[in-house]
């Protein structure tokens, strides 16, 4: 088993920026692909970034290209998301997922067997 648990969010000011981790404990050779989803109250679940092992490979759903950065430290087996120039419209719940293999592209949540709880980010206007 693979266990994940998000912190960083909170609520902020458009315009602002949060930095949201991912911790991961367990079977951690089952974390070969990361990736951060979103959530918005009656939306589905989206893909938001996703990473490789070696962080060789990155991947962003195009609403935050050139905003937000996936990156993760193997050695803390965390990964990262730094978002800047939050907009409102992205108030979501945050949530992290790992898979053990390689699978591309990377953004259907069904390929990821482990989840965490999810983080919450409000962006207000």
């Known amino acids: 088993q693979v266990q994940l648990v998000e912190s960083g969010g909170g609520l902020v000011q458009a315009g602002g920026s949060l930095r949201l981790s991912c911790a991961a404990s367990g079977r951690t050779d089952r974390t070969y692909t990361m990736a951060w989803f979103r959530q918005a109250p009656g939306k589905e679940r989206e893909f938001v970034a996703g990473?490789?092992?070696?962080?060789?490979?990155?991947y962003y759903a195009d609403s935050g290209k050139g905003r937000f950065t996936i990156s993760r430290d193997n050695a803390k087996n965390t990964v990262y998301l730094q978002m800047n120039s939050l907009k409102p419209e992205e108030t979501a719940v945050y949530y992290c997922?790992?898979?053990?293999?390689?699978?591309?592209?990377?953004?259907?949540?069904?390929?990821?067997?482990?989840w965490g709880q999810g983080t919450q980010v409000t962006v207000s206007s």
């Open positions: 990473i490789s092992w070696g962080g060789g490979s990155t």
């Open positions: 997922a790992s898979m053990g293999s390689l699978v591309m592209p990377p953004q259907a949540a069904r390929a990821y067997g482990y």
